[in-house]
């Protein structure tokens, strides 16, 4: 089988590429728009996987991107929920206009089935009841989250009209090895960082903020299950299930690193929902319990990375 991770040089697509090449049965073709985004990739030297320089753009010849390819995955964003609503038209263009051109792409080269890595918590605003469940109408409060449900419409309509198969897989907060310490994503990976390099942790707000965390590896399973199966549900939560604060995050990270880390609080950001977590009821029905690792097991797996790959000093040495 055929893959293309479209937006795959980064911290989810890495691992996708990582678990599809230790199966050993697909041909896995990595797609983005900077050289220097393979770098990682490259380094590991995975079999089966190729690289593809090519923008998303309005411009790009989608077409050459997703020939002879049975299965496409969406992960492509120009956008992160903390830098958007800065240019709402724009983002909007470049987001799902650009999108609606790669499905076009997808049709007319047969794709078997697009994937799309949506949101678990854009999507549903500040009206679900917690967990919340597939079926929770959405009401984003970000123009990042306007742009996930656009495109969840858009995969939709061409099922509909152009018979295009497709999964959604509504993702809560991933965190773990390949996630950048550094970027404006993945406050556990950021704790983490912050901790082994004896920085404060910065808290937006009082840290009640609850939300969804799940180790990389274990949504990458649960991502590799919803679309090799079988299910008349196009749509999937994918998380943890289980709702976490920053306060707790902050609290592990102590138990499991750094006792005596200082804590900075800061102003709180007007896009943060108070409380998001996910109902994964339907994917456990039909695939299984998920069994996702502990916050601290996933901790103490994502600061040994850090030390392995010498993102950090490994005071053992």
């Known amino acids: ?47 089966h ?54 499905l076009d792409a997808c049709v007319r080269q047969n794709v078997k089935k697009v994937v799309f890595i949506s949101s678990g918590g854009a999507v549903y605003g500040k009206k679900g009841t917690c967990p919340i469940g597939e079926d929770t109408v959405t009401y984003p409060i970000s123009s990042y989250g306007i742009q996930k449900v656009a495109i969840e419409k858009l995969l939709y309509l061409y099922r509909y009209q152009k018979g295009l198969d497709y999964r959604i897989i509504r993702l809560a907060n991933p965190y773990g090895p390949y996630q950048r310490p550094n970027g404006k994503l993945g406050v556990v990976t950021t704790f983490v960082y912050e901790a082994l ?12 903020i609850v939300r969804d965390f799940i180790y990389i590896k274990d949504a990458v399973r649960g991502i590799k299950n919803i679309v090799d199966g079988e299910s008349d549900y196009r749509v999937f939560n994918l998380g943890s299930g289980r709702g976490t604060s920053v306060n707790e995050v902050v609290d592990a990270i102590k138990r499991t690193i750094q ?54 000093k490994n005071e053992s040495n």
């Not at 958007?84 to 999108?99: C, D, K, M, Y």
Request: charged residues 20%; proline residues 4%.
């Open 259 to 312: 006792e005596d880390i200082i804590v900075e609080h800061i102003a709180g950001r007007a896009t943060d929902v108070p409380v998001n977590y996910l109902d994964i009821s339907r994917y456990e029905t039909i695939y299984g319990r998920l069994n996702p690792i502990s916050l601290e097991e996933g901790i103490r797996d994502t600061a040994a990375f850090m030390k392995a790959t010498k993102l950090v």
């Open 197 to 208: 390099t004896n920085r404060r942790l910065k808290v937006y707000g009082d840290g009640s």
């Open 1 to 47: 089988m055929n893959t293309a991770i479209i937006g795959g040089a980064g911290f989810i697509g890495t691992n996708l590429a990582i678990h599809f090449s230790n199966g050993g049965s697909e041909q896995i073709t990595v797609v983005d728009s900077d050289s220097t985004y393979f770098n990682t990739l490259r380094s590991l030297e995975l079999p």
């Open 49 to 102: 996987v190729s690289f593809k320089l090519a923008p998303f753009t309005g411009s790009a010849d989608f077409d050459e991107q997703v020939r002879g390819q049975d299965v496409v995955y969406h992960l492509a964003s120009t956008v992160i929920p903390g830098t958007s609503n800065q240019n709402i038209p724009a983002e909007l263009e470049a987001n799902i206009a650009v999108t609606a051109r790669l």
